[in-house]
């Protein structure tokens, strides 16, 4: 009687194939060429706050700074 049931969630979670995030690779120049909204929202993806009344050169090392922690660990 659920046998229909059973095939439907088979077939769902069968044909389910997660998508991994893959990592973006950022150099420093692409850095500087960004804009402090998407800087901050790169700062974001690494776990850490930024605040855009900050110079574009303090978000870009916070950012580079967090990177080399990241590497160490």
Avoid: C
Wanted: hydrophobic fraction near 35%; glycine fraction near 4%.
């Amino acid at each position: 009687m659920f046998g229909w049931i059973k095939r439907l969630i088979n077939k769902t979670v069968s044909s389910y194939d997660p998508v991994k995030p893959k990592k973006e690779v950022i150099s420093l120049k692409e850095l500087k060429n960004k804009t402090k909204k998407q800087l901050e929202s790169i700062g974001r993806r690494m776990g850490i706050e930024l605040d855009r009344r900050l110079s574009k050169s303090k978000l870009v090392n916070r950012i580079k700074f967090r990177a080399k922690l990241r590497r160490r660990k």
